[in-house]
């Protein structure tokens, strides 16, 4: 004990060295630590922050959502809208009066085609196909054709091999067979051409030939080797006189 004494008594600046400080700094953390043991000073336990931030304050986000119906509240589900058609005015000008302005056509064919019944059924038995028939169909530029073949077999094409460029290219076009056409042992097959314009002065020059397989061979019609050879023009719709001749007055109309 009385050496204890003698550690309290200020001898001397040294002494105070050797005295046990009033509280360690692990004594705070020890009630809250209670049986896990000291934590090392270098891992504090991490505390709430005393000011309260705007993250803080924000409520957790909700995995539900919540979906209403605009029916719910009295509302239509559907919105319509009407326009007034008086309102509107239909462009005009020169480009209205092109698109209103129906073209017509015509075809200048270079070659004859069977005159009755009894010469066409002789051609189909001779060379075992023949064309009968060839139009322009009204207000367009699509050439629509007839082909009668003789019935050698039952699976049969037929064929029309077209050029535009005078032979220097062709293609070949597949006839469709005309149902109900079966007549005298012989079939008929249509086909159509669609000529895009503008053509040139004389007009959309078209050449073709017809070709016939068959599991017995192939037959060509070709119009006695010359081709069926044809041109489709435009017809150029004059204007009316009354109205060049009012233009006229109103260019040369001179005022005093």
């Known amino acids: 004990m009385e050496s204890v ?42 505390r709430r922050r005393s000011s309260v931030s705007s993250d803080d304050s924000l409520p957790p986000p909700s995995s539900s959502r919540r979906v209403s119906f605009a029916d719910a509240f009295g509302l239509s589900l559907v919105s319509v809208k009407q326009f007034d058609a008086q309102g509107v005015t239909a462009p005009s000008g020169p480009l209205e009066s092109d698109l209103n302005e129906d073209k017509e056509y015509y075809i200048l064919p270079l070659f004859t085609l069977p005159q009755t019944a009894e010469e066409l059924d002789l051609r189909v038995h001779e060379q075992k196909l023949e064309l009968k028939s060839l139009e322009l169909l009204s207000g367009t530029s699509t050439l629509r054709g007839i082909v009668r073949v003789l019935d050698v077999c ?10 535009l460029d005078s032979w220097r290219s062709h293609f070949d076009l597949l006839a469709e067979y005309v149902p109900g056409s079966h007549k005298s042992g012989s079939d008929c097959f249509s086909f159509k051409i669609t000529l895009v314009p503008p053509f040139g002065e004389e007009g959309a020059r078209v050449d073709f030939c017809l070709r016939y397989d068959t599991s017995l ?14 041109f489709c023009c435009e017809k150029i719709k004059e204007k009316p006189q009354n109205v060049c001749e009012n233009r006229r007055k109103s260019c040369l109309k001179t005022t005093r």
Not at 154 to 163: C, G, L, N, P, Q
Request: aromatic share 12%; proline share 9%.
């Open 5 to 46: 004494g003698a550690l309290d008594s200020p001898i001397g600046a040294s002494f105070n060295l050797l005295s046990l400080p009033a509280t360690f700094p692990w004594d705070e953390d020890e009630e809250s630590l209670g049986l896990e043991g000291i934590k090392p000073k270098t891992s504090p336990i991490p």
């Open 154 to 163: 039952f699976d049969k094409m037929v064929y029309v091999r077209t050029s």
């Open 217 to 230: 061979g192939t037959f060509w019609a070709n119009n006695n080797e010359k081709n069926y050879s044809l």
